[in-house]
């Protein structure tokens, strides 16, 4: 290549990358809430309809709950390099991050708790995760 093609060549890989930097950052889906009522787990949003635009899903747990996400607390039937999920919070949040929109796709996915004191921990309940078709 000479000067004259490397020119333009390198002036559309910078626009590229100024656009790549510039571009709207993913925000987080509104965080679900997470409740136990008469021993059995609830979430504020029984089917999370995730946008394109949200990079993940959290959920919280009311403070004074008595309840702990633990490690694994909640799991997502995605397939690997879809979801990355960790415990947040001291075990008061848990988030799982989209590493990748799958327009229309719908996950089960199980929440789990345990109980932060000496009580019994409450059965798994297992709700969805949708991304929202574009």
């Known amino acids: 290549m000479n000067a004259r093609t490397l020119g333009p060549v390198f002036g559309f890989g910078l626009a590229l990358a100024t656009a790549a930097a510039c571009a709207d950052p993913l925000v987080d889906h ?3 809430l997470v409740t136990v009522v008469q021993g059995q787990i609830q979430v504020s949003e029984p089917r999370a309809d995730i946008l394109r635009t949200e ?14 996400f633990p490690k694994k607390a909640i799991v997502v039937a995605s397939p690997q390099g879809v979801h990355d999920c960790d415990v947040t919070d001291h075990g008061q949040g848990f988030r799982c991050g989209k590493l990748k929109h799958v327009s229309g796709a719908k996950y089960g996915y199980s929440v789990k708790l345990v109980s932060s004191g000496s009580g019994q921990a409450p ?8 991304h929202h078709p574009d």
């Open 55 to 68: 990079g993940a899903v959290v959920w919280k747990l009311p403070a004074g709950s008595g309840y702990e």
């Open 123 to 130: 059965p798994a309940l297992d709700p969805f995760i949708l």
């Open 30 to 32: 509104p965080t679900i």
